[in-house]
T-cell receptor
């Protein structure tokens, strides 16, 4: 595997279900991100992790719970979602957030989530 | 206020035509980075280019070229001799690099849907 991978690619869940999205990066990066892309809305940054530490939570509802066990893996745990949470969830990684560096973010293929 | 504006929501061209996608940005930082990404129907955002604010030299990569003009805060993207495979949504993004900014945050435009017809 190369680059950034995400599983599953498609997910349909009911509002009472609990599911998790997985992201893995094979680039040796230290920073990872979750984005939400809804129809006709700009890409929304959800969470940022740098060296496994969460550095940003962009006012995301608590029904979304991120987990970063190491610099290569990022999870997004989902529970009691709403239909308006249906979207494409994209994971990205970059070399680092350190200092004034703003390294290029590389994206995975996304998970298309549908909440019924 | 939006930091990145892509005024063209949709563009349609016929194969072999040249097409320019506009991007206008807004920032108070003197050090910043500009990006273009391509999102084909499969969903993945594919990185195309990164340019820092101190390098105004235009860049060409095959059929792609980028025109960075600080005077007008624009970073436009031109595809020469477009092909059907160029059909995608193209996003322009800005990252600010100075103290006080949210390091690493990418501000995306709303994207331009490009359709190239055979």
């Amino acid at each position: 595997e190369t680059g950034v991978t995400q599983t599953p690619r498609h997910l349909v869940m009911g509002m009472t279900n609990k599911k998790s999205l997985k992201c893995e990066q094979h680039l040796g990066h230290n920073a990872m991100y979750w984005y939400k892309q809804s129809a006709k809305k700009p890409l929304e940054l959800m969470f940022v992790y740098n060296f496994k530490e969460q550095t940003e939570n962009n006012s995301v509802p608590s029904r979304f719970s991120p987990e970063c066990p190491n610099s290569s893996h990022l999870f997004l745990h989902l529970h009691t979602l709403q239909p308006e949470d249906s979207a494409l969830y994209l994971c990205a990684s970059s070399q680092t957030l350190a200092g004034s560096s703003t390294d290029t973010q590389y994206f995975g293929p996304g998970t298309r989530l549908t909440v019924l | 206020a939006q930091k990145v504006t892509q005024a063209q929501t949709e563009i349609s061209v016929v194969e072999k035509e040249d097409v320019t996608l506009d991007c206008v940005y807004e920032t108070r930082d003197t050090t910043y980075y500009l990006f273009w990404y391509k999102q084909p129907p499969s969903g993945e955002l594919v990185f195309l280019i990164r340019r820092n604010s101190f390098d105004e030299q235009n860049e060409i990569s095959g059929r792609y070229s980028w025109n960075f003009q600080k005077s007008t805060s624009s970073f436009n993207f031109t595809i020469t001799a477009s092909q059907v495979v160029d059909s995608a949504v193209y996003f322009c993004a800005l990252s600010e690099a100075e103290r006080g900014s949210t390091l690493g945050r990418l501000y995306f435009g709303r994207g331009t849907q490009l359709t190239v017809w055979p």
